[in-house]
């Protein structure tokens, strides 16, 4: 294994193993990855990952890392299970430790935060759309950046909460870091910053404030989940002042 960063070879196809799968959550595996040779992600990047059947079938998707860019020589992946899905059950169902796959990347360098941005940053996702923000809030945590970020996640029930122990422990680092959970489904909210209800308006109101004063001008934003759960945030933020230009999204489908 070699740390290529910056050389452009992570745009071909290499072959990594799984050295883990883990629950993350009832509907997210974690799957933990060695590729042959590494190349530094920046935080928010994906990768292409190509299964080929013994018939030669093949069948590519995009996951995100879930991983930080300081994870040297893994790739972690955040995997949802569809049930009626081609790609996603294979590794909730039938992968095994040791087996490889093809994967290409890291890639995307539009949906990615750097600590150098110092910016304000809001970031808001729902079911496995938070594994890139996730990666996103690991590297602030890791990094020297003070500035402050805000992590929305909306889910149904606290089980759906991914790293729900690290997210209370980057808080208390007091590094700017916070966060704010919106379980739709759930009967009561574990801290007074969370929240009962399908996530709305006036949540994402509350966490721009959270950013400072003028942060519906100042701050990036990312959002990523389905296609139906970008359309209706981003159409709060239109309301909420957030220029359009600072908005990033990710869609994951659905
Ligand atoms: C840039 C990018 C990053 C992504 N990162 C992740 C990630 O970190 N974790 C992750 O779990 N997925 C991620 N996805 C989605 C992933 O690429 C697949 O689309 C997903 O796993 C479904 O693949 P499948 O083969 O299991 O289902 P398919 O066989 O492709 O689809 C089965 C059915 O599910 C529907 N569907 C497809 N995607 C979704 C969805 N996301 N939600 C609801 N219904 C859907 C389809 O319309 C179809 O009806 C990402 C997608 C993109 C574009």
């Known amino acids: 294994m070699a740390d ?60 995100s890392l879930l991983s930080p860019p300081e994870l040297e020589g893994l790739y972690e992946l955040g995997i949802e299970r569809l049930s009626d899905g081609e790609v996603s059950p294979w590794f909730h169902d039938a992968a095994q430790v040791g087996d490889s796959v093809e994967i290409l990347g890291p890639v995307g360098l539009h949906f990615v935060w750097r600590p150098e941005d110092e910016q304000p940053a809001l970031l808001i996702g729902s079911g496995s759309g938070v594994v890139p923000l996730l990666a996103m809030a690991a590297h602030h945590a890791h990094s020297r950046s003070t500035s402050p970020m805000v992590l929305v996640v909306a889910v ?14 980057w808080e208390e680092h007091g590094k700017g870091f916070h966060s704010r959970l919106a379980l739709s489904r759930d009967i009561a909210a574990p801290r007074t910053q969370d929240r009962i209800g399908r996530l709305n308006e006036a949540d994402l109101a509350v966490a721009l404030q959270r950013l400072g004063d003028r942060a519906a001008a100042s701050a990036a934003v990312y959002v990523c989940g389905s296609n139906s759960f970008v359309e209706s945030v981003t159409t709060m933020l239109r309301a909420l002042r957030v220029p359009d230009g600072a908005v990033r999204t990710e869609r994951f489908g659905g």
Request: aromatic share 6%; proline share 5%; net charge positive.
């Open 156 to 169: 149904r029930t606290m089980v759906d909460v991914m790293l729900w122990p690290e997210l209370q422990r």
């Open 4 to 63: 290529a960063s910056n050389v452009a070879g992570h745009l071909e196809w290499q072959d990594a193993r799984i050295e883990a799968i883990e629950r993350l959550s009832p509907l997210v595996r974690r799957v933990v990855l060695r590729p042959t040779v590494w190349h530094r992600p920046l935080a928010g990047q994906h990768l292409s990952i190509r299964l080929t059947a013994d018939d030669g079938y093949q069948a590519q998707r995009s996951y």
